[in-house]
């Protein structure tokens, strides 16, 4: 017996000095609070609500479960089929079996509707708050706007934030009552105090009620489009906050430092979406905080995943449909750099999308708001969770008239924002429109975000529908759907009260089908192969090529995002170019993802603007310099220089050219009034010259050794990105 009694507590001993080993140094006292956002139903993407999973035991056993917490800063319900398929039934059921604590209410959580958001929080184990959600018929919040938890020695408040801009980026008829009267709001007046109030008073409440630190968990967003409800204006008008995390736009921010009203420091920190990482707050006995973003986990929670996959398995007969094929990827976001496009220029799907309306209902044009575009579609078989993914909202298919006057007025909402973000920029069927980004946007908006009118002059110019001018007093039909239409989202509501020919004829995943089988003969053509759709939107950026002979191809160029100006609304056409300006604009052509790499110029330096361009264009051979260590980044460059530059590009994009050596003198005579090219550009001078790469100066062949200007470079791009969007293999002509 005594011998039983040694051995335990010799496993004892051993078992605490294990555990102690694994402890971080100063672990004693510390709490976590782990942190999500914009997770969008992204169940088993990037880290997982398994790897979560896995984490978040992780730390309870490092730091012990009274401990360590999880919060979630919204935009969790919506995104994909798995929480279209249950409207958010099968997330709210993982997300109690991760071990959330608190959650915030993003936007997204209301676009079910208002009874089935409450049925969710009903079913939802976490304490889901929100400061500033409030029952106007009441003044109360709807839920509470913070919860405190306690770890022993300390308290921690958590105090939910609630976009205002849920008024009008979800449904705003769900916050109506039945005559269109508003009965709940977000406290979204146009100066942002109402907000900032409602956020001190609970952060008041909070600290009175015993909290010795206060983490807003916010789904409020950084950046302009977010003026003035972002996180950061938020900080800057309140005290007491010690850690915003926020969501919403899809940030991420391992830890940023803000003052508040006060001065005082406050970290600002954001995962991104979709679980590419786990937030991990850390707060230390003397009250010391940090923040961290934990990428590239790999545990899985056994438990969770079997759970997903159950689910899965559920649906997958469903989801694995396939409805149609696509030969070319449709986009909403850069496939090379992940940034979305969507809500801010015209794209391939984005025509797609809005055709598909126009077919179903025989309009003259159709409308849609690239913010209700949610997913790209890989080249391939077109699945129905795809067509999910796309269209996860169940939006419904109608018809109205309406004024010249008032498409005019529709288009001008969706470009205010414009090269910035907008959910509601409209992509768009039967009609074409110029946007003028220079010109300062006038739309006017009620406190509630909602179209009242445009005070000044108009962004949105050139307005074509059947190729002929719009007539602002001619009475057009268009196709678009509930959201837009009878709902007013995104703050349209220009045709709440027009006549409505058809009515909710068909559900949006079911009108895309629709087109791609009965009008495409089930399979995506080339007629859709160009990343920035058809030409339906131009937007110039500049004000300075009016009459300028390359301005199609300046303004092609800056509404892909290739090229931009001088900063004033000017583009300086006739300057001339440097070899840096010309190795950034090549990578962006390619859609290279600028990057610190190996650099072998000893005359570029890792703090110049030009750096990571210069190191991308290297790696992928696309330059090689003059051969003496030197790039000479602020040389002018010349049209050989560009072309053989041109060359390289087309091999690093699979673009091939059949060419012999005995065409080649016959190509060079492009030049032969304006200079002899130089032996090492000649089959690349050739190569530009047969595939119609090599630019003209309005009309005018550029000399092959003279300085090219900003426009002719423009040109030369843009032919190259008509041969790698025209052919993968170019034969003799």
Not at 124 to 133: E, K, T
Not at 426 to 452: A, R
Request: proline fraction near 3%.
């Amino acid at each position: 017996m005594k011998n039983r009694i040694v051995a335990a507590i010799f496993m004892l001993c051993t078992t605490l000095f294990l555990f102690g080993s694994v402890l971080p140094a100063d672990a004693s006292g510390e709490i976590v609070v782990l942190y999500t956002n914009d997770v969008h139903c992204s169940v088993d993407d990037n880290i997982g609500y398994a790897g979560l999973a896995a984490y978040k035991i992780e730390m309870e056993k490092l730091y012990g479960k009274d401990k360590v917490t999880l919060v979630d800063a919204g935009d969790a319900v919506q995104g994909s089929a798995i929480g279209y398929l249950s409207k958010g039934e099968y997330i709210i059921d993982i997300m109690n079996k991760v071990g959330y604590d608190v959650v915030t209410l993003g936007n997204h959580e209301f676009d079910y509707g208002m009874d089935r958001l409450h049925e969710l929080m009903k079913k939802l184990d976490a304490n889901p708050i929100s400061c500033n959600f409030k029952s106007l018929q009441t003044g109360d919040t709807v839920f509470k706007p913070y919860k405190i938890i306690d770890f022993g020695d300390t308290q921690i408040g958590f105090v939910g934030i609630t976009t205002p801009k849920s008024i009008t980026s979800s449904t705003p008829k769900y916050f109506q009552d039945s005559q269109g009267n508003y009965i709940y709001g977000f406290c979204e007046n146009s100066t942002g105090k109402e907000l900032y109030s409602a956020v001190q008073n609970a952060v008041n409440a909070s600290l009175a009620e015993g909290a010795d630190c206060v983490v807003a968990v916010g789904h409020c967003g950084v950046g302009d489009t977010y003026d003035p409800w972002e996180s950061t204006d938020i900080i800057a008008n309140t005290t007491g906050i010690d850690v915003f995390i926020d969501g919403h736009s899809h940030s991420t921010i391992k830890g940023k430092i803000y003052p508040n009203k006060d001065g005082k420091d406050v970290v600002l920190t954001s995962t991104g979406p979709r679980l590419a990482s786990i937030g991990k707050l850390t707060r230390s006995s003397n009250g010391t905080i940090t923040t961290d973003l934990i990428t590239g986990y790999i545990d899985k929670d056994e438990n969770i995943k079997g759970h997903i996959n159950n689910i899965k398995v559920k649906n997958e007969k469903l989801l694995n449909t396939v409805v149609a094929k696509t030969d070319v990827t449709l986009v909403i976001n850069n496939p090379m750099t992940g940034k979305r496009l969507i809500r801010k220029c015209e794209t391939n799907l984005g025509d797609l999308v809005a055709d598909a309306y126009r077919d179903l209902l025989g309009a003259d044009i159709a409308v849609v708001n690239g913010g209700g575009i949610r997913a790209d579609i890989a080249a391939g078989d077109i699945t129905y969770n795809d067509i999910i993914s796309v269209h996860p909202f169940g939006n419904l298919a109608c018809l109205i008239t309406a004024a010249g006057q008032e498409i005019l007025d529709l288009l001008e909402m969706g470009a205010r924002n414009t090269p910035g973000e907008s959910g509601g920029f409209q992509q768009v069927s039967g009609l074409t429109y110029d946007i003028h980004t220079y010109i300062k946007p006038s739309v006017i908006l009620d406190d509630k975000g909602n179209f009242v009118k445009v005070g000044g002059e108009y962004r949105v110019h050139n307005v074509m529908i059947g190729g002929k001018p719009l007539d602002l007093n001619e009475t057009y039909t268009v196709a678009s759907h509930s959201y837009l239409i009878k709902n007013g989202g995104d703050g349209f509501g220009l045709f709440m009260d027009n006549t409505l020919l058809k009515d909710e004829v068909m559900i949006d995943n079911q009108v895309l089908i629709r087109y791609m089988t009965d009008k495409l003969g089930g399979v995506v053509g080339h007629e859709y192969k160009h990343m920035n759709g058809q030409g339906r939107i131009h937007i110039f950026h500049f004000k300075d090529i009016d009459n300028h002979w390359a301005k199609e191809a300046i303004n092609d160029l800056s509404s892909s995002m290739i090229i931009s100006g001088l900063g004033d609304g000017n583009f300086a056409p006739d300057r001339d170019l440097t070899r840096a300006e010309f190795a950034a604009i090549i990578v962006k052509a390619l859609e290279l993802k600028p990057e610190n790499g190996v650099n072998p110029f000893n005359d570029v330096k890792v703090t110049d603007w030009y750096y990571q361009y210069i190191a991308t264009a290297s790696k992928h051979n696309i330059i090689s310099g003059y051969g003496n260590g030197k790039f000479g980044p602020q040389d002018q460059i010349t049209s050989e220089q560009a072309m053989s530059i041109i060359a390289r590009a087309m091999q690093v994009s699979g673009l091939k050219a059949e060419i012999s050596q005995s065409e080649i003198p016959s190509l060079l005579n492009f030049f032969s009034i304006n200079g002899t090219p130089s032996a090492w550009a000649q089959n690349s001078i050739a190569l530009c010259v047969k595939t119609g790469i090599a630019a003209k100066n309005n009309g005018n062949i550029t000399a092959v050794k003279g300085i090219i200007t900003r426009a002719e470079a423009a040109v030369m791009i843009r032919n190259y990105l008509e041969v790698k969007w025209g052919w993968q293999t170019l034969t003799a002509t």
